[in-house]
């Protein structure tokens, strides 16, 4: 199967993946894989109920069974000093993760952890794990969201009151109008590395962690004020991370645990997730049931839009997303409306998963409409156009750029969009029925703050250091890739060190936001540094420096792997290796910090994606044949990356749309597919041919290098496109996700 991706000419030369090799072979370390004198092994015993209270806790058997170091509980685990602050100690605190591990006997959840056993080895320990036995007082329990709709609430603070631009629910009066529901069930993130920690202390006051984290100084922070240390005592390293799509956006209990442990012990204790847990512990895409009204008039133009959103969260903590926030300057509407409520279950707090409340926003209204498109009997490109928002609706804002059309006009072309009839069951291809659908994606383009240090070393070797990590996008390939453009250095010369806190802070991995903040900060650090040259040049120890040349600018100044020489005159040159000596340096080294300005417009990244499938009507089965998706991102900084992680996007979007889900049985408020051979995600054999298109034009406002992030819109619109695409193939509209075949042989 072909992944093809196409990009402008202008674009930064394509790289390879600078940590491809060590990821492949094995050279890559990943947080488990440190090795540390003396390391214990940790296990977690989960709660097998889903709400009351531990009667009882039998730890005996476990305490004496070989190789056991200690078993902690509610009742004799070290109190951890976090826990014990606030107005009112006997509720959760309000920031971060607020579930306290061991802190009282209550059961919120499924699995939550009732023990952690620690063993000299993890055979051990497991085989301990099984001998603790607890007695519970059950308390009701409720785990079925739609059974639980009646107890939805508006989620604390302005966020999240009702929007209302224009007059409210103004689709009821529309010429032409649909109003309808859609639902999709919680997706479970399923990287490839579980979650995991190795924590050591040094003393009392100095802790050393490895562990899964997609911000290492946002671990810090958690540890620190768990454990009231200075953050400076703390240090976090996650320099690789095998998958995560939102799961290590936040510190887990299980993580506290082991640096309790570590500390109670005076060892190092290592703690890895089993599989069943990362159904249970780490969190998953909410629920949500959406409605949509969407009323236009008899051209097609809208006049009204509602949309409603119901999300899921736990009983112990408010967890939010923007689920609505997509339907308020998407398109150019004069009166919309959204609400946004949330349901308490009992179940773990839900965290951000790919596509953060927009991918779940964008199923229902990239859904709805394609209902209204068909209902006005319009081409859904056309009638998208026509409702084109040429500034930012909701804000009143100009775009700092936008080239949807363009999206939308590449995307059709390549898909072979003048092949689709408007009238569904019009394709066939032997015993299959042919569908064409689009969906329209977006996120915001945001930019933080960074710090970057360089060092050029004297024989033309540059060393780029950053605490930010990477998951999997390449972010150490695009740091590469700008700082080679910037330096003219090669990119086998430049080395990036990443993933702990020992270097300059950087942002936490997600929220599309890192090339744009990363990335202008090796741009600046990088530009700084031919400046510093620049100036060491122009003293009169220099080779440079000449009756003529007295004062030397970087762009008067050539740089490449060896030096750098005149433009105006490539025969006055100059070593790094004999600048660096002439001014007595060994290393040239500078550190820059580098942030976002507030800007009077509206940063988006869009995105619009194809698919073409086929409908097997006998047995309900869907293959999908081909898939292009076409992202307006801004000026693309590493094509391949860029392009691996719109793949990555699309495979995500077909899982969303076609198979995960999530299964609980509600006698019990458990999980029953929390496996990977029970809960499906998408393999090699699922995925079709996929074209990847940017537009590739660089946008003037959002940074120095006029990127937009892009890991978001990968994903965001691509189960809507599927779903439209099914209803063009058969004449069957599937509003509940996943649209599995049971679903299209009802009725």
């Known amino acids: ?107 919120f959840y499924y699995d939550q952890p009732i023990a952690l056993v620690v063993a000299d080895t993890f055979e051990r320990v497991l085989h301990a794990a099984k001998l603790v036995q607890a007695e519970y007082e059950k308390a009701e329990h409720q785990t079925n969201f739609k059974a639980a709709l009646g107890k939805a609430k508006i989620p604390t603070g302005p966020r999240f009151e009702d929007y209302t631009r224009g007059e409210a629910d103004a689709y009821k009066n529309a010429a ?31 802790v050393t962690v490895y562990t899964k984290t997609q911000g290492v100084e946002a671990t810090r922070r958690s540890i620190s004020d768990a454990f009231k240390l200075p953050k400076e005592a703390i240090t976090v390293n996650a320099e690789y991370i095998g998958g995560a799509f939102g799961m290590a956006l936040r510190t887990w209990p299980y993580e506290i645990a082991a640096v309790m442990a570590a500390k109670k012990l005076d060892r190092p204790v290592k703690l890895v997730l089993h599989r069943e847990q990362m159904f249970t512990n780490v969190g998953y895409r909410p629920a949500t049931l959406q409605k949509i009204g969407l009323g236009a008039t008899s051209d097609g133009k809208l006049t009204g839009l509602t949309h409603e959103a119901t999300g899921e969260t736990s009983s112990y903590q408010e967890f939010t997303e923007a689920t609505v926030n997509i339907s308020r300057f998407l398109y150019a509407c004069p009166n919309v409306t959204t609400r946004y409520r949330l349901v308490p279950l009992d179940v773990c707090t839900p965290i951000w998963m790919r596509g953060p409340g927009e991918a779940s926003g964008s199923f229902a209204l990239e859904s709805a409409m394609d209902e209204l498109a068909y209902a006005l009997k319009l081409d859904p490109i056309e009638f998208r156009i026509r409702n084109h928002a040429d500034t930012d609706p909701e804000r009143n804002r100009p775009w700092s750029s936008k080239f949807l059309k363009e999206c939308y006009e590449l995307g059709a072309e390549k898909i072979g969009w003048k092949e689709r009839r408007l009238q569904p069951r019009s394709l066939r291809d032997g015993d299959w029925l042919i569908g064409y659908g689009m969906g329209t994606g977006s996120f915001g383009a945001g930019r933080g703050t960074a710090s970057v240090k360089v060092r050029l070393f004297p024989d033309g070797k540059l060393l780029l250091q950053c605490s930010v990590n990477d998951m999997g996008p390449g972010t150490a390939t695009m740091m590469t890739a700008i700082a080679s453009e910037t330096m003219g250095i090669p990119v086998a010369r430049i080395t990036v060190q ?250």
């Not at 109003?179 to 006051?205: C, K, L, T």
């Not at 991102?633 to 999530?662: H, R, Y």
């Open 176 to 206: 032409v109008k649909i109003e309808q529901e859609y639902f999709h069930p919680a997706d479970v993130h399923s990287p490839m590395e579980p979650g995991n920690i190795i924590a050591r202390w040094d003393g009392e006051e100095k």
């Open 498 to 747: 990443m993933g702990s806190t020992e270097f300059p802070p950087g942002p936490t991995q997600g929220g599309s936001s890192v090339t744009s903040t990363v990335g202008s900060a090796v741009h600046e650090t990088c530009a700084a540094l031919k400046n510093e040259l620049a100036a060491l040049a122009s003293k009169e120890s220099s080779p440079l420096h000449t009756a003529n040349v007295h004062e030397v600018k970087a762009d008067d100044l050539v740089f490449s792997e060896s030096g750098l020489s005149l433009k105006q005159n490539a025969a006055l040159k100059v070593s790094y290796n004999d600048l660096l000596r002439s001014n007595g340096l060994q290393v040239l080294e500078l550190t820059k910090e580098s942030k976002g300005q507030q800007q009077p417009y509206s940063m988006y990244s869009f995105s619009v994606h194809f698919v073409k499938l086929r409908v097997h009507p006998p047995t309900g089965r869907v293959k999908i044949d081909h898939v292009v998706s076409c992202a307006d991102a801004g000026a693309i900084v590493s094509p391949k990356t860029a392009a691996s992680q719109m793949i990555g996007g699309v495979v995500g979007g077909i899982g969303m749309a076609l198979m995960e889900d999530l299964v609980f049985d509600h006698r019990f408020g458990r999980p029953i597919n929390n496996n990977l051979a029970d809960y499906h995600v998408p393999v090699n054999a699922d995925i079709p041919d996929v074209d990847i298109l940017f537009v590739n034009k660089k946008d003037p406002y959002s940074n120095p290098l006029g990127s937009k992030g892009i890991g978001e819109i990968s994903l965001i619109g691509v189960a809507p496109a599927v779903a439209n695409a099914i209803f063009n193939a058969t004449g069957k509209r599937l509003r509940e996700l996943p649209l599995t075949p049971d679903k299209l042989l009802e009725g």
């Open 1 to 107: 199967m072909d992944k093809n991706f196409f990009f402008d000419s202008d674009a930064i030369d394509p790289i390879d993946r600078v940590d491809g090799k060590a990821k492949v072979t094995g050279a890559a370390t990943y947080a488990a894989e440190y090795k540390m004198q003396g390391t214990a092994y940790g296990f977690l015993v989960g709660s097998t109920i889903a709400r009351g209270r531990i009667r009882s806790i039998d730890t005996r058997n476990a305490e004496r069974a070989p190789g056991v170091l200690a078993v902690f509980t509610y009742l004799n685990a070290p109190k951890i000093p976090g826990y014990q602050t606030g107005k009112d100690p006997a509720k959760p605190p309000t920031g971060g993760q607020p579930l306290r591990i061991f802190f009282d006997n209550e059961i």
